[in-house]
Structure formats: C-alpha cells, structure tokens
C-alpha cells in the first residue's frame, strides 16, 4: 500500500508570495491533518479535515487555508507568505478522524518551504 | 501554550546504554499519549502508544512508563543500537481531538 505522499519536496517563494501544498493520503483514509515543523516549535498543528469537512483548526492566522477533495486528497494554501512560514509542513493521514484511539497518523514526508 | 512538555532537547548515549526520554502534561482529559519516531528526510512514525489505564507498555526494545498522578510519561530504549539515532516526539490527545506534540528530543547513538 503507498504511503502518504507530498508535492513537491522543496519549494522556494518569496514573501508576499502564495503557495500550495499538496497531499494524497493512504487510500482508504478520510481524515488529512496538517502539520508545520519547525526547530524549536516542533510540530504545530494547522487543521483537520475529514470527509472534505474541517474538523479542527489549529492556531494559525487566516493567511493559512486548506480543502480536501471528494477522493480525499488535500490541499493547503499560504497566501503573502512570511519569512517566518518558512518551515517544514507535514501531511498526515489517518483512517478516522485524527490519530486515536487506534486509527494512528501517518505522515508524509514533508514540503520544505523556504520563503526568502 | 505548549500543551505537552519534552525534554531534553538532544541525548548522546553509548551503543547499548538506555536514554530516557520524559514528556509532561497539564490537561488530565488526555486518554492517549504516542511516541513517534522521526529520521532525517523522513515524516514522523509512530513507534509506541499508551492510554492512562495502564502504567507501562513494551514494544521489543522500548518502553512507555506512565504516572498519571504526577501528569507524566516517558520512553525508555533498552539497547540503544546507532540506528535509533532520531528525533523522539511524544503527543497527547483526548479522545478524537488533535495531536499535541512536544518539541522533540534529538537522539544521538554513538557505536
């Protein structure tokens, strides 16, 4: 079965620029969380969403978005990209909404946003 | 707020030592609480995972060690092999509710 897979690996923007990320999650998986890696926060979650409904929402400003598809796919949006966005953002998937209560997270490998 | 605290930051140990890794929480409504593993290039994995009714739990070569009434929980890695070296992040949850991670702990397995 393919893991959860993340377009592109790299992206390099400018600020005041917009970017989308992109997420296909395991098949059979209806929940997509997103999550921003970075070293000294470590993992901040941004939002969930789950049969293309978000389910929660982290606290992040409104500049970052996101939409999941009918076939589960996921999608996430930074609009006037800050210096301070640049990160690395994780996908996770997960068979029901969230990861517990046995339908554990897996995650992709991550986008690397540089904003410079 | 950090909703769960980890530390430390980073860990040398010695091939076949045992690094002790020890997170903290607040929110007592947290029933599940999961250690991911993380390698270089690679998204978060999730190696073990505990709910509050029980006060320990092994998985080959590691452990969680859970105290409730102290609000904290910790991994212990037996037989430290180098390729454990990862970045260790524990998590809590409640119920169908998001994640909450710690910061992380850089582990480092010298041969």
């Known amino acids: 079965k393919a893991g959860v897979t993340q377009t592109p690996r790299y992206l390099i923007k400018t600020r005041g620029q917009q970017v989308t990320l992109s997420c296909s999650p395991i098949s059979g998986h209806r929940s997509v969380s997103w999550y921003q890696q970075t070293p000294g926060q470590g993992l901040q979650f941004l939002f969930e969403y789950f049969s293309e409904t978000q389910r929660n929402k982290g606290n992040f400003p409104g500049r970052f978005s996101g939409r999941q598809f009918s076939n589960s796919r996921s999608e996430m949006n930074v609009s006037t990209l800050e210096l301070g966005d640049s990160a690395l953002y994780l996908c996770?998937?997960?068979?029901?909404?969230?990861?517990?209560?046995?339908?554990?997270?897996?995650f992709g490998n991550g986008t690397r946003l540089t904003v410079t | 707020q950090q909703q769960v605290k980890q530390s430390p930051q980073s860990l040398i140990v010695q091939k076949g030592g045992i690094p002790i890794i020890n997170c903290a929480y607040e929110n007592t409504a947290f029933d599940y609480f999961p250690w991911y593993q993380q390698f270089p290039g690679k998204g978060p994995a999730l190696l073990i995972a505990i709910r509050p009714d029980v006060s320990e739990k092994k998985e080959g070569r590691f452990t969680i060690s859970f105290n409730k009434s102290a609000k904290q929980f910790s991994l212990h890695i037996m037989d430290s092999q180098p390729g454990d070296s990862a970045t260790y992040f524990c998590?809590?949850?409640?119920?169908?509710?998001?994640?909450?991670f710690g910061t992380g702990t850089r582990l480092t397995v010298i041969p």
């Open positions: 996770a998937s997960s068979l029901f909404s969230f990861g517990g209560r046995g339908s554990p997270l897996h």
């Open positions: 998590a809590a949850s409640k119920g169908a509710n998001n994640l909450f």
